[in-house]
């Protein structure tokens, strides 16, 4: 009884793993469209998965354990040897854009380089701390009045309200100055 639910457990897993296949698929049709190392990726992520799909089906149809058991460590051994390809493939492709942008005496720029990250992180985070202290303050006045607690939550949200809109607002603007930037190489 334990191989057939240990089948459909593995069958339920290779059926669920198709937001990782049919990608890979789909990298893998399209053929030189692709860098290599993607395509490599792609072949390893499907003999992954359809190492999973042979296990299922041996555990429906083989009694001994070491069948599906020796399936699994070659599918396995195969897999990591392809993703291991795959990112020797892709150092190879990221050092080659490198040298081919320095012969161009251009360097890129990737977009949002200038730390946006850490601007709207910071911006979130000044609102948030602002926030809690302004509620803070006012749970600490409304203890003494005894105010109602909606109107105590007023200045928080409207704090908040103002560190998202201006987070956004940032965003918006460094994803136009990145896109108007984009394309327009860097002289060195």
Do not use: K, N
């Not at 600490?140 to 560190?163: F, Q, Y």
């Amino acid at each position: 009884m334990v191989q057939p639910v240990a089948a459909l457990g593995a069958a339920l897993a290779a059926v669920s793993g198709c937001v990782w296949y049919v990608p890979a698929l789909v990298d893998l049709r399209a053929g030189a469209d692709r860098p290599d190392s993607r395509r490599t990726a792609a072949a390893a992520c499907l003999s992954g998965w359809s190492t999973t799909g042979v296990i299922a089906l041996l555990l429906l149809l083989v009694e001994a354990w070491w069948v599906p058991v020796a399936a699994a460590v070659t599918g396995a051994a195969v897999t990591a040897v392809l993703h291991g390809r795959a990112r020797v493939q892709r150092r190879r492709e990221t050092r080659q854009a490198a040298r081919d942008w320095a012969r161009l005496g251009a360097a890129p720029r990737p977009i949002g380089a200038d730390g946006g990250r850490r601007v709207v992180a910071v911006l979130l985070a000044c609102g948030l701390l602002t926030a809690a202290t302004a509620a803070a303050l006012e749970l600490v006045v409304a203890g003494e009045r005894g105010a109602d607690p909606p109107a105590v939550a007023v200045a928080p949200t409207g704090i908040v309200a103002l560190s998202l809109a201006l987070a956004v607002t940032y965003t918006g603007l460094a994803r136009r100055r990145a896109r108007a930037d984009h394309g327009r190489p860097t002289r060195s």
